[in-house]
Nanobody, 128 residues
Framework: EVQLVESGGGLVQAGGSLRLSCAASGFTADDYAFGWFRQAPGKEREGIACISASEDSTFYADSVKGRFTIARDSAKNTVYLQMDSLKPEDTAVYYC?????????????????????WGQGTQVTVSS
């Protein structure tokens, strides 16, 4: 059974950091592309970071570029989102998604790809 479980969300002050985890089971994470998404109340879901299968090429939305980092730990079959310099506008539910897809050339396409597998989400709240 394919399953993704997010963890690591919580409450943090502006300027602080959080590290989100996406633990994969039922498949080998190295063979899948992953994306991190977030959704705040009343707003559209936003793709913020993605990583390609195998070669670990990454792409970030302008809203988080330079502050967030996506990475894969093959040994732990887990994908992470390191979030630094957090701002109140980062407050949202964060979701991990995965699919066995190979994107040729433009890795940023993974920010809008229709992923098959999704986690349950984890709340991130950044206070002023």
């Amino acid at each position: 059974e394919v399953q993704l479980v997010e963890s690591g969300g919580g409450l943090v002050q502006a300027g602080g950091s959080l590290r989100l985890s996406c633990a994969a089971s039922g498949f080998t994470a190295d063979d899948y592309a992953f994306g991190w998404f977030r959704q705040a109340p009343g707003k559209e879901r936003e793709g913020i970071a993605c990583i390609s299968a195998s070669e670990d090429s990454t792409f970030y939305a302008d809203s988080v570029k330079g502050r967030f980092t996506i990475a894969r730990d093959s040994a732990k079959n887990t994908v992470y989102l390191q979030m630094d310099s957090l701002k109140p506008e980062d407050t949202a539910v964060y979701y991990c998604a995965a699919d066995r897809v190979v994107v040729a050339g433009y890795i940023g396409a993974l920010l809008t790809y229709d992923y098959d597998y999704w986690g349950q989400g984890t709340q991130v709240t950044v206070s002023s």
